[in-house]
């Protein structure tokens, strides 16, 4: 190959590399945001928030979970009952049962910054997303309501009459196995207590849907992100399964030696973790399928496995991505973190007070919209810099190159 040839070999594939330098630097600054899609649990694994704690059993206890220790205390007061995090993370929701509201507090100062009422003794809270503004759904255990508040606005949205003593609360949304078809809508269950029931809410009515019969009083409720099957807990200390597309009950899936305390769900494997304080053991449920509508489910053997917790299992929290796991012991006043695929205590963590719920925070953690919208003008704003840089260097070369290839001819 000649020297002109090889030169002009080398300028194509110079030239033929330039319009990556624009693709190359969007692929880096996307890669350097993090995901905006953030799960109601908060995601996994950085802070853990725990109900409970404290000398008087009032507080809300931050754990660093790298650090494993506990980082911060917020005094809470009212008989806190549990916790709910914001979509962002930047909020920690709190009902006060015996001050008829809910503490919202702001995770970055680790202060109480408002309250909102809700109905007599409040129990517990998730949230529905609408088109406008999340939500919160508040069990009022002493109303026989479910209270709904508009966070932001810091206003009561409706109060939707439910079955006596509603208790627990999950929410099911669009793949979850509903029957709804509009994005703006979810189902609501709600754990009655008194009335030996489960209530089915649909957010975009805000309005009983469905009611189930559930014997035992149930007392809790939680909904794997696969869908398809509701496992409630009960005061009578079973576990029973609904299914979710037709609002059936399906049985009784386990019976405990005592009252089940707050549960979780593997989203990676969808196993449900029990608590069952009585027996110091913490049961793990495998995935129960529903079934083709109006057939009989096939339930399988249950527990998949128990786990023993001496301090009294009360609660627990699984991250979001599977890898770890919080169990609040009770009696002992301390948080077991698990390794959940090596199925081992990795550390205790003393919190004080009696914690009975937890919930684990963002990792990294999530993103307010303000700071998501500055990332994203500056990734624009790199992609657009370099694009024109790879247009000047293209125009800038295409015009030396007769030029050059006149000089290589000249004899």
């Not at 449920?285 to 529903?290: K, N, W």
Request: proline share 8%; aromatic share 4%.
């Amino acid at each position: 190959m000649s020297a002109y040839a090889q030169r002009s070999h080398a300028r194509s594939l110079r030239l033929a590399a330039v319009p990556l330098v624009p693709l190359l630097a969007l692929a880096l600054a996307l890669a350097l945001v993090p995901s905006a899609a953030v799960r109601a649990d908060g995601g996994a694994p950085n802070l853990a928030y725990v109900v409970g704690g404290g000398s008087g059993g009032g507080d809300l206890t931050v754990i660093d979970i790298a650090k494993r220790k506990v980082t911060g205390h917020v005094t809470i007061g009212g008989d806190p009952a549990s916790v709910l995090l914001s979509a962002d993370g930047r909020y920690a929701y709190i009902p006060q049962t015996a001050k008829n509201q809910v503490a919202i507090v702001d995770t970055r100062s680790l202060s109480v910054t408002a309250t909102m009422p809700a109905g007599p003794g409040p129990k517990s809270v998730v949230i529905g997303f609408t088109a406008n503004a999340p939500l919160l759904y508040v069990a009022d255990s002493g109303g026989n309501t479910v209270t709904v508040l508009d966070p932001d606005a810091r206003r009561t949205v409706a109060t939707i009459p439910i079955g006596a003593q509603p208790s627990g609360l999950a929410i099911a949304g669009l793949g979850s196995g509903i029957r709804e078809t509009n994005p703006n809508d979810a189902e609501i269950y709600v754990a009655n207590t008194g009335s030996d029931t489960v209530s089915v809410i649909s957010t975009e009515r805000r309005a009983v849907i469905a009611t189930i019969t559930a014997p035992g009083g149930p007392v809790g409720v939680v909904i794997p992100s696969a869908g398809g099957i509701a496992y409630v807990s009960t005061r009578a200390g079973t576990v029973l399964g609904i299914s979710i597309i037709d609002h059936t009950l399906l049985g009784t899936l386990l019976q405990l030696h005592g009252q089940p305390g707050q549960m979780d769900y593997d989203a990676i494997t969808g196993e449900v973790y029990v608590p069952d304080p009585a027996a110091g053991v913490v049961d793990v449920l495998a995935p129960v399928a529903a079934g083709d509508p109006g057939q009989p489910a096939t339930l399988p053997p249950q527990p998949e496995r128990t786990m023993a917790f001496a301090g009294g299992p009360a609660a627990v929290a699984i991250t979001f991505d599977g890898a770890l796991g919080f169990v609040a012991e009770r009696d002992a006043g301390r948080v077991a973190m698990l390794d959940v695929g090596a199925r081992q205590t990795l550390t205790t963590i003393t919190v004080g007070g009696a914690p009975h719920a937890i919930i684990t925070g963002a990792y990294p953690p999530a993103l307010d919209q303000g700071t998501a919208n500055i990332i994203i003008y500056i990734v624009v704003a790199i992609f657009l810099a370099a694009a024109a840089y790879a247009i000047y260097i293209t125009i800038r070369r295409n015009r030396r190159l007769p030029a050059s290839k006149n000089t290589e001819h000249t004899p």
